[in-house]
């Protein structure tokens, strides 16, 4: 591995969505706290990062999310409640979330966009790589994706992006990328991208997905993007151009993710992965699927 390249250390993840696919659930509740089992989505995000060995974590955040930095923070009179209770199990839970990094908070201000929100970054971040992880995407722990494309990023410099294959008729929901092979067979270098093309007009079914590790020339071609879709400025576009021009701050190089990803930014698939992970856990597990099977055998023989 080249050590010529500097050490990743900061994590970005913006936060400032309204989350209206779940109203009225996030009329006054961020949609980064809906819980997936008995832990918010977010959490789950900030773990990745730190089991990745991100330990400073910027969150980008807007309006109506101040109960993200309170789930970061300490709750004394909680954790007082349960440890007088010596209720050591859920003190250490309480506890957990709070001592997981070292949380900044940035407010995002005007809804500008996925680029707009990593630009917000910039004065934290300074001239170093960072990882940008989005809190709809949630990566199994048993597939160490981030620590691969932080080893990618390191091997060649310049940005990395994670993909995956989807269905055609799904490529629309995604960024798509204009690949070329290179010597590993889980890495691609990008000479294109697009922004939730249609189906004709992909380059690929190579989508990207909700991680980025990123050179700090990002945030200058960022300044200077315009709104791209949806009137916004996207962080694709950027990258579009940095892989068009590597001058510019690097190659852009994909990795091709093949493991467990728990989409929670759409209701449907919210639910299947809450199933999903309830189905695995040790505490869990077994009687949730003794109860799942009964039940889905129920409803198939009463139709």
């Not at 970061?72 to 506890?95: H, I, M, P, T, W």
């Not at 407010?107 to 960072?130: I, M, N, S, T, W």
């Not at 995407?137 to 990618?152: F, G």
């Not at 020339?217 to 709104?227: H, I, N, Q, R």
Request: one cysteine or more.
């Amino acid at each position: 591995m080249s050590q010529s390249h500097p050490r990743i250390s900061k994590a970005v993840i913006p936060a400032a969505g309204l989350g209206t696919r779940f109203l009225p659930a996030t009329k006054a509740t961020p949609k980064e706290m809906l819980p997936v089992v008995d832990k918010p989505a977010i959490q789950y995000v900030v773990e990745e990062a730190v089991a990745a060995g991100l330990d400073d974590v910027l969150m980008v955040t807007g309006r109506n999310k101040r109960p993200l930095e309170d789930h970061f923070d300490r709750n004394y009179e909680l954790e007082s409640a349960l440890e007088k209770k010596g209720d050591g199990e859920r003190l250490a839970k309480v506890q957990e979330s709070s001592d997981l990094a070292t949380m900044h908070y940035v407010r995002q201000g005007d809804p500008k966009g996925l680029g707009h929100a990593v630009l917000c970054a910039a004065p934290h971040v300074g001239d170093e790589p960072f990882a940008v992880l989005l809190g709809d995407d949630l990566i199994d722990p048993r597939d160490p994706l981030l620590q691969r494309m932080i080893e990618v990023q390191q091997q060649h410099g310049g940005s990395v992006v994670a993909l995956m294959q989807v269905a055609p008729e799904q490529i629309h929901l995604y960024g798509s990328a204009a690949v070329e092979a290179t010597a590993d067979d889980d890495v691609v270098r990008l000479s294109g991208l697009v922004e939730k093309p249609s189906r004709e007009e992909a380059p690929s079914h190579y989508a990207i997905i909700g991680r980025y590790v990123l050179d700090p020339a990002v945030f200058d071609v960022l300044s200077k993007t315009e709104p791209g879709r949806g009137g916004e400025i996207q962080l694709t576009d950027a990258l579009q151009q940095l892989a068009a021009d590597a001058t510019l701050g690097g190659p852009v190089h994909g990795v091709v993710f093949k493991g467990r990803r728990y989409d929670t930014g759409d209701r449907g698939d919210y639910l299947r992965a809450i199933v999903r992970l309830a189905c695995e856990r040790e505490d869990l597990g077994t009687d949730f699927r003794t109860w799942l099977h009964r039940f889905v055998t129920e409803e198939m023989q009463q139709r």
